[in-house]
């Protein structure tokens, strides 16, 4: 048994040149939510010269109806051009067209209990920073792709899910039972993993585990943290109000004005009363209306989320805010259409299980581990996947996987110490290995 972790650790070691240059690889081409096509191919082609069993990509990773927030098909398809010109894989690309992103890659070692590994591949809408000392442009590795980065470290993610790969698939003859390795699309704006858990994916999985880099610039070394692992409720909405246009000289009154409309809901969607047993958010991020100065509004558009800590709580803000932008409409005299384009769940980490993570983690991996704090921060669809394998008796566990950042995340500075992929790699590795080796 203690063999079986020494192997682990030292490959890891062997391979820390190249996990550096595939996180460095994949941060140059970032891709959207739904869009990581060239990624998405990339990541098959490797499983599939790794040897796992099946390797599954396109219509067998999401149900089609539950993907959210789908960009428009025109985009897409501008998305799937691209990944042709940057190099994507000329096998697998072609399933990833029209918003079919993610890759699942199995292996099959006889009986045993089934661990699935969660690993978010998308990236951000944000510019890169120009800083010369911003080490992806001091090293030459910062996105080619212009307004896209990968300012949450799910380049990292995917660089781990990968090195994991290889090191479980070579020593598959130790190890007992059926291991998942699920590449997931549009974790940003929590999209995609309702989209695996309604194919079915989840469905007899014994063990789930995902990650996330953590830190900030304050830290020094690498460490992996592992509590209750809360993580917030929430809903994404998008709401669009349609009014009807009239000159704003001549007859005003023959116009419905969608942008007072669109203002009145904002200001009473912040103004909902919070819930008392329970920590709630809401916050309208972007409004556009109006199409000049002289008009009346015939078109706006809110981009709002709201958050609990509870399933209730969460509910309740949803309600609460639907309601609001209704009776916005009717006051105006406006059509209200609301769009659902995200939502997650609350999770809680497996106690038992959490546990085992810090105690294998420290033990067979050697890297430090801690209790991590609860805290209201965020939300995470990794949720989905923690629920359903929670409700069939399964266990779960989400931890945090903490490095020195250069800045903070989902900001153009953001950056992360590399240790955090070798880090990575060995704690999903010897947890795999603890779980199917037993
Ligand atoms: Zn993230």
Known sequence: ??????????????????????RRCLHQYPELGWCEMRTSSLIARKLKDFGYDEVLVGKDVCDAASRMGLPPQEELELQYRRAEKQGADPEFLPATRGGFTGVIGILHC????????????DALPLTETLEPSHLPNALGFSSRNPGVMHACGHDGHTTIGLGTAKILVSIRDQLHGTLKL???PA???????KSIVEKGHLDGVDYVLGAHLNGGTDKTAGSIGAGRGTTLATTKMDVTFSGKAAHAGMSPEKGKNAMLAAVTAVLNLHAIPRFGDAATRVNVGKLTAGSGRN??????????????????????????????????AAMHDCKVKTEFVGSAKCSLNSP?????????????????TLSSPDGLTGSEDYSYFSERVQQQGGQSCYFLNIVHCAGPFHNPEFDFDEVGLVNGVKAFSVMSANLMNA
Do not use: W
């Not at 006889?110 to 591949?121: Q, S």
């Not at 974790?187 to 993993?193: H, I, L, P, S, T």
């Open 187 to 193: 974790e940003e704006g929590v999209r995609g993993a």
């Open 1 to 22: 048994m203690s063999e079986i972790y020494h192997k682990i650790i030292q490959m890891a070691e062997e391979m820390k040149p190249d996990l550096s240059k595939q």
């Open 295 to 328: 008009m009346i509004c015939d078109h706006a558009k809110l981009e709002l989320e709201v958050r609990g800590n509870t399933a209730e709580a969460n509910q309740y803000m949803e309600d609460y805010a639907h309601r609001i932008v209704c009776a916005a």
């Open 352 to 368: 038992e299980l959490s546990e085992l993570v810090r105690k294998v983690i420290l033990e067979k991996a050697g890297i430090p």
């Open 182 to 184: 699920i590449f997931q």
């Open 110 to 121: 006889g009986e045993g209990p089934t661990v699935a590994l969660r690993f978010d591949i």
